[in-house]
């Protein structure tokens, strides 16, 4: 899979690219990050690419004609046959959620354009973008942030990339729920504080059903919302529901 960046900041992306677990996801024949300095295609004579909003008010936007220049030059680098969409970030996007992640994870790659100041020219938005995605409810400065998190999400589906095949099949959205508590070393803390028995009983079958109801009660309490939707996707078996219609404490 192919993503190219377009974006003011480069520089932001490289730790990202070089440190930790994902590192692995950035090597050679996984995904191929290219990184694309919006700057290189502004308007002479000092590569402008914002200027003032038609209408007044505050903040600059980024102009139309770098940003075609630079998606032109990213469409000519890619492969024409397996054409990627262009993705921007905006608290007006459809929130990410994990079907999205897997669904781009499985496909060509994306296109991703990081805005920054007041945001992008709308016209670019109506002409080129495919998608605009938000990473929540927050206001931020710049599109980098969203781009970074996107391409976490991604390097982390790629074959190989977690220690273990199945760590991203066992957590948190792949079964549609919230994740599991986790414990290890000590067993007892200096306050005496314990670990849930079912995980010490080395029986796997225990260990299972309590991790699987601590997930389904979890998400009940927090996020009902999920709940209902992995009902409604089939998600939920008849164990699950005398899971929760039993409610265990979550804690111990
Ligand atoms: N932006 N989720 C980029 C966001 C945002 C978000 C505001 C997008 C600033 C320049 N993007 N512009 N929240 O706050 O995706």
Redesign the pocket.
């Known amino acids: 899979m192919r993503i190219d960046v377009i974006t003011l900041f480069p520089e932001l992306f490289s730790a990202h690219l070089v440190h930790g677990v994902t590192r692995r996801a950035f090597e050679p024949g996984r995904i191929d990050v290219h990184l694309w300095p919006l700057r290189d295609f502004g308007d002479p004579p000092h590569a402008r690419v914002d200027d003032r909003p038609y209408g007044g008010g505050p903040g600059m936007v980024?102009l139309v004609e770098p940003l075609e220049r630079a998606l032109a030059a990213v469409r000519a680098a890619r492969d024409e046959a397996a054409p990627a969409p262009v993705v921007?970030?905006?608290?007006a996007?459809t929130l990410?959620r994990q079907p999205t992640v897997e669904q781009l994870a499985a496909g060509p790659g994306a296109i991703l354009l990081?805005?920054?100041?007041?945001?992008?020219d709308q016209r670019f938005i109506d002409a080129h973008v495919d998608r605009?995605?938000?990473?929540?409810?927050?206001?931020?400065?710049?599109?980098e942030?969203?781009a970074l998190v996107l391409l976490d999400a991604l390097a982390r589906l790629q074959p190989g990339v977690l220690g273990d095949a199945r760590s991203h099949q066992q957590d948190s959205f792949s079964a549609g729920l919230l994740d599991h508590p986790h414990y290890s070393r000590p067993e007892r803390l200096a306050d005496g504080t314990g670990v849930p028995e079912e995980l010490l009983s080395g029986n796997h079958a225990a260990i299972a059903a309590w991790r699987r109801e601590q997930s389904l009660a979890l998400t009940a309490e927090r996020r009902p919302d999920l709940l209902d939707a992995a009902r409604a996707e089939g998600l939920l078996g008849p164990a699950d529901e005398a899971a929760l219609a039993r409610k265990p404490p979550r804690t111990l």
């Open positions: 980024l921007s970030f905006s608290p996007g990410l990081c805005g920054r100041y007041e945001g992008i605009e995605l938000s990473i929540g409810d927050y206001v931020l400065s710049g599109g942030l969203p």
